[in-house]
């Protein structure tokens, strides 16, 4: 017989219940703010390190980087219990708000991302982040740095820890390997065509990207999995039963690095759908604090 919780009904009602979990905690304020450009969405909130798990002395520190399709109705706040949550655990945390949807306040809130401007902040926030650690999180060591962020957010990691193997002409490009100690994408859209082929978050991707016309061209600035192999140690995590972005697209990206030379860890949870992840009711959000601690310790 079939297993009762596969069924679709049963898998969308989870689902949903897992959603309404991950939004029931109430926003927490940061210690700290500060802005990277003059733009509103420029900003970044900084969360000190309050536990006492891991070694002593400076505490590491983990970028966030939040979901939420790069549509603008979704920013940082809905992602604040979870920036909590890691510094309860001994991390010092930036949580990096960007550009998303269209410009204006008469636009379509509902379209996914803005080029080039997403890129243009998450370049430019990572681009500044040391300087501004060093002022609002002073107990933080900056040298040890890795990036974590959730389905959209888990792209814009993996993007900005590939920065370095940019097309010539792309004006993100570095001429370096960013100073990461890792990267913890979490059901990340992490494979462009995968993801439109699915039809992730309501194609989601192509319209980050511009539409239908300008995806060819755009795709090889932005989609994680034509920018391999990084160098830099790369663990995604995925739960099984994420009907958001499904395990498929997150398989894609570890099958291309492979092509490329470049092994990516994949931690799978059973049970576990898409938002858990940054749950801290959750037990899957306990394991994602486990894989950033293997990487930043």
């Known amino acids: 017989m079939p297993d009762a919780a596969a069924e679709p009904g049963n898998a969308a009602a989870r689902a949903a219940a897992e959603e309404k979990s991950a939004f029931s905690h109430p926003a927490v304020d940061p210690d700290g703010t500060a802005a990277y450009g003059d ?44 920036a909590a949550f890691l510094a309860r655990r001994g991390f010092a945390v930036a949580s990096v ?16 991302g803005r080029w080039p401007d997403t890129f ?15 002022e609002h999180l002073p107990r933080a060591d900056a040298r040890r740095t890795v990036l974590t962020g959730h389905s959209a957010g888990g792209h814009l990691a993996l993007w900005a820890a590939a920065r370095h193997v940019l097309p ?45 016309e ?19 140690a790369t663990t995604l995590v995925q739960g099984r039963t994420d009907v958001d972005v499904p395990q498929a697209v997150a398989e894609a990206y570890a099958d291309a ?14 049970d576990v759908g898409h938002f858990p992840l940054i749950d801290p009711a959750a037990d899957a959000c306990a394991v994602v604090a486990e894989e950033i601690a293997q990487l930043a310790w």
Not at 46 to 64: D, I, K, L, Q, T
């Open 39 to 82: 733009h509103p969405d420029q900003v970044i909130d900084f969360y000190a390190p309050r536990g006492a798990e891991g070694p002593s002395g400076p505490a590491p520190v983990v970028v966030v980087l939040h979901g939420g399709a790069w549509r603008a109705p979704y920013d940082r706040r809905h992602v604040s219990p979870f």
């Open 97 to 112: 708000e960007y550009r998303r949807g269209a410009e204006g306040g008469t636009a379509d809130r509902s379209l996914a």
């Open 120 to 134: 243009d902040d998450v370049a430019a926030a990572l681009d500044v982040l040391p300087a501004l650690v060093r």
């Open 168 to 212: 010539a002409d792309a004006p993100w490009r570095i001429d370096r390997p960013a100073p990461l100690r890792g990267v913890v994408a979490l059901a990340p859209i992490a494979d462009f065509e995968v993801a439109q082929k699915l039809e992730v978050c309501g194609g989601a991707a192509g319209q980050l990207l511009g539409g239908d």
């Open 214 to 232: 300008w995806f060819a061209e755009r795709r090889p600035y932005a989609d994680p999995s034509l920018l391999l192999p990084t160098g830099i």
């Open 257 to 270: 690095a492979a092509r490329a030379g470049e092994v990516v860890g994949v931690t799978l949870l059973e």
